[in-house]
């Protein structure tokens, strides 16, 4: 096998496109701690993109840790397990931070945290074997999207994946997990690299990283110096790095065309967090029954990485972190740029969720709106190569032909063009509105 000389790398700089933001890595130095002490969580049997999960328990039921309380029979799902060990205290509609209501099973503790003990390690002979017991995993991608991870690695026939991209761009402000992934699960990242090459049939893999984490880049390049067909590359800092056309193009020069995918291109991108994890399902069986989170903003009193059993609520994470040092104005999951607003923070923690970031009103900026002069920096910075503009004056007019000419359909929501706009025009919003148009237009016409 040839050896590879550890080196210093240059950021790759493909993409003129994006925006540079303030990265406040507060928590970079900060291990997941973590938090073991919980008396209920909530399971939404709906976390992930496709069919929600039905419970397989009844109120009442003595549970534990990694068994299965809720499934599916569809392709597009995947089961939820008992996060805690305890006893099934109810089930019905709850609802989500974001207001939503959804079925779920809520579990009260016995303290115990014990482990289920039909757990055990898949037994795995070739891909089919391998994409099975990734969904019985219950993972459905640790970067944020939701979409069941065994459907993301089931290549469709007739296409040919030649390079696994491993997403550790982590471009949102303050959200430390991918990279503290890097730096604490080292040989889990390396070692679910190598599990999805060997499987999936994929011949190269890249490791992507955005510049502004050194370490990681050296711990990688160091731990892959004998892996010739595991190569490290170092991206430059600049948002959204990690969309995934964007991290492609970065990583391989191949663009992705509008309405196609990845592996129409030869690629596969998989969160960093995503890979380490299914290294540690495959040797253990233990599924997805907690996660690392960032807590951070200005409102929160002590910020840190946490690892918290699936379905705590938002409350008492930021307990754990010390509270409220202010009264938030803002609260998202996610980061700065696309997070989402919660609305309610009993509302429990999902699988999706990387961070809950909270902001004084002091330090959230609003911005006032006014007409558009005509700058064009929304379509200046657009990494999917948009004019913003004319999307948004067709959708006022909701003209679903123009919109789908200006490939309105190919926005990835980043919020890049709203974040430079000077005159404060919502144009996320507008992007937002003008793929409903275009649905709506699509189902009209059958
Ligand atoms: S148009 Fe869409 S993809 Fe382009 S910058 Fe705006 S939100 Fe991002
Ligand atoms: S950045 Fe704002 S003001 Fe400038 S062209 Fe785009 S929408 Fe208009």
Redesign the pocket.
């Known amino acids: 096998m040839k050896e590879k000389a550890v080196r210093v790398l240059s950021p790759v700089s493909r993409s003129k496109r994006g925006i540079s933001v303030s990265h406040h890595k507060n928590t970079a130095n900060c291990e997941p701690v973590h938090m073991t002490d919980v008396k209920t969580v909530f399971l939404p049997m709906l976390q992930h993109i496709g069919a929600p999960c039905t419970p397989t328990v009844s109120v009442g039921d003595e549970v534990s840790i990694g068994q299965i309380v809720g499934d599916s029979d569809e392709y597009l799902s995947v089961p939820v397990h008992a996060s805690i060990s305890g006893k099934v205290k109810s089930i019905g509609v709850i609802k989500t931070a974001q207001g939503k209501p959804v079925e779920a099973v809520t579990i009260e503790s016995d303290d115990k945290m014990r482990l289920y003990d039909g757990l055990c390690p898949p037994e795995i002979s070739n891909k089919k074997d391998f994409l099975k017991a990734v969904r019985n995993s219950g993972l459905s991608g640790l970067g944020g999207a939701g979409f069941p991870t065994h459907a993301k690695l089931n290549t469709p026939s007739g296409k040919k994946v030649d390079t696994l991209i491993i997403n550790g761009a982590e471009c949102e402000p303050y959200i430390t997990i991918d990279y503290r992934e890097f730096i604490d699960k080292s040989d889990d990242v390396i070692e679910g690299t190598k599990l999805l090459m060997h499987y999936l049939e994929i011949e190269n893999a890249v490791i992507a990283i955005e510049d502004n984490k050194p370490a990681a880049i050296t711990k990688m390049s160091e731990l892959t110096a004998n892996e010739p067909n595991i190569k490290v590359m170092a991206l430059k800092s600049v948002y959204p790095q990690g969309a995934e056309k964007m991290m492609i193009y970065s990583a391989t020069g191949r663009r992705v065309p509008v309405g196609k995918f990845p592996a129409d291109v030869g690629c596969m991108v998989v969160n960093v967090s995503t890979v380490s994890f299914i290294n540690r399902y495959i040797k253990t069986g233990k599924p997805l029954v907690s996660r690392s989170i960032t807590v951070d903003g200005s409102a929160v009193k002590t910020p840190q990485n946490i690892r918290v059993p699936i379905g705590i609520s938002i409350n008492e994470a930021v307990d754990f972190c010390g509270g409220f040092k202010e009264e938030p104005y803002k609260i998202i999951t996610g980061g700065p740029l696309m997070g989402i607003s919660l609305i309610d923070t009993d509302a429990p923690i999902l699988k999706t969720y990387s961070a809950i970031l909270a902001f004084t009103k002091k330090t959230h900026k609003i911005k006032t709106e006014h007409d558009?002069?005509?700058?064009?920096?929304?379509?200046a910075v657009c990494p999917m190569h948009l004019v913003?503009?004319d999307i948004?004056r067709y959708a006022i007019v909701r003209d679903a032909e123009k919109l789908i000419e200006s490939s309105a359909e190919a926005c990835i929501q980043c919020g890049s063009?709203a974040y430079?706009?000077?005159?404060g025009?919502p144009?996320v919003q507008y992007l937002m509105l003008a793929k409903d148009i275009i649905r709506e237009a699509g189902a009209k016409n059958g």
């Open positions: 558009c002069i005509r700058c064009k920096r929304c379509a913003p503009t948004e063009c430079v706009c000077p005159s025009i144009l």
